[in-house]
C-alpha cells in the first residue's frame, strides 16, 4: 500500500445531487426539490433515494457547499466555481464536482445527522410534481439540462 486510504466525507451521491442543485437554478434563483429531483433523472435516468437527499442536503450544507432558504436551494461558497465550463460533458463535469468534494476540508459530523425539513411527504410531493410535469410535457421534464456555465472558468460572486 502506498499510503493511508483517503476516505471522503461525502457519499458519492452528494456529487450528483449538488450537480442537480447547480443545473436548477442553485446559482440564480435557487432551485425548488421537485427541480433538483427533474434534473437528477435527467442527468442519471434515476430518481433520488430520501436517504440521498436528506443526507447529501445535510452534508452539502454543513460543508458549506449548499444553502436553503424559503424552499430553494442555492450554491454557495467555494461551490459557486462549479459553474459547467462550456465544452464539457456531463460526465466530465460529474467529475470535476466529485473531485471537487474529494479535496474538500469538510470531514463530516454525525454520520447519521439528515436535513430534518426533507420530510418523507416533503419528498413525495416533490417527486409527484416532478412527475405530474413530465407527463403533460414528455421529453422536456427530463432532458438533459443546459447549465449555467462559465467560458472563463469561475463565477464571479457579488
Known amino acids: 500500500m502506498s499510503g493511508p486510504l483517503e476516505i471522503s466525507a461525502?457519499?458519492?451521491?452528494?456529487?450528483?445531487?449538488?450537480?442537480?442543485?447547480?443545473?436548477?437554478?442553485?446559482?440564480?434563483e435557487g432551485a425548488e426539490?421537485?427541480?433538483?429531483?427533474?434534473?437528477?433523472?435527467g442527468i442519471r435516468d434515476a430518481l433520488f433515494t430520501g436517504e440521498e437527499l436528506r443526507g447529501g442536503f445535510a452534508?452539502?450544507?454543513?460543508?458549506?457547499?449548499?444553502?436553503?432558504?424559503d424552499g430553494r436551494y442555492f450554491v454557495v461558497g467555494e461551490a459557486r466555481g462549479l459553474a459547467k465550463k462550456e465544452g464539457l460533458s456531463l460526465g466530465?463535469?460529474?467529475?470535476?464536482?466529485?473531485?471537487?468534494?474529494a479535496a474538500s476540508n469538510y470531514r463530516g459530523s454525525d454520520p447519521d445527522e439528515v436535513d430534518p425539513a426533507l420530510t418523507d411527504e416533503k419528498i413525495r410531493a416533490a417527486v409527484q410534481s416532478y412527475l405530474t410535469r413530465f407527463e403533460r410535457e414528455p421529453g422536456e421534464a427530463d432532458a438533459a439540462p443546459e447549465p449555467p456555465t462559465s467560458s472563463t472558468g469561475s463565477t464571479t460572486v457579488h
Not at 10 to 28: C, E, I, K, M, N
Not at 33 to 41: F, K, P, R, S
Open 59 to 69: 452534508r452539502l450544507t454543513a460543508a458549506g457547499y449548499v444553502r436553503s432558504e
Open 10 to 28: 461525502f457519499d458519492p451521491s452528494d456529487a450528483w445531487l449538488l450537480q442537480a442543485v447547480l443545473y436548477a437554478g442553485g446559482l440564480t
Open 92 to 101: 466530465e463535469h460529474a467529475a470535476e464536482i466529485a473531485a471537487f468534494l
Open 33 to 41: 426539490l421537485a427541480d433538483v429531483i427533474g434534473l437528477g433523472d
